[in-house]
Nanobody
Framework: QVQLVESGGGLVRAGGSLSLSCAAS????????MGWFRQAPGKEREFVAALKWSDSSTYFSDSVKGRFTISGDNAKNAVYLQMNSLKPEDTAVYYC?????????????????WGRGTQVTVSS
């Protein structure tokens, strides 16, 4: 059974940084694809970043490119999202997601497994 647990959310001022973690348990994830998504109140779930675990290639949405980085630790089965230069519009619940195929995908429908999310609030 696959389980994803996010942590690291919180309240930060605009311009600050936060680091989110996603602890994954279950099968070996080395051939999987991982992603971070977010959802603000009243809005649809939005792609943030993706990681291809096998070769560490990454993909970002235009809204976070240059500010966020995604990385993974195979030994710990963990994925991280480092968020810098945060803006109030980054406020959302952030979700970790996993897919059994390694490709980089920004469509949430491509991801079979989801965590429960962690709240990130950026004050102005």
């Amino acid at each position: 059974q696959v389980q994803l647990v996010e942590s690291g959310g919180g309240l930060v001022r605009a311009g600050g940084s936060l680091s989110l973690s996603c602890a994954a348990s279950g099968p070996t994830f080395s051939s999987w694809g991982m992603g971070w998504f977010r959802q603000a109140p009243g809005k649809e779930r939005e792609f943030v970043a993706a990681l291809k675990w096998s070769d560490s290639s990454t993909y970002f949405s235009d809204s976070v490119k240059g500010r966020f980085t995604i990385s993974g630790d195979n030994a710990k089965n963990a994925v991280y999202l480092q968020m810098n230069s945060l803006k109030p519009e980054d406020t959302a619940v952030y979700y970790c997601a996993a897919r059994t195929s390694p490709g980089l995908r920004d469509d949430p429908a491509r991801y079979a497994y989801w965590g429960r999310g962690t709240q990130v609030t950026v004050s102005s």
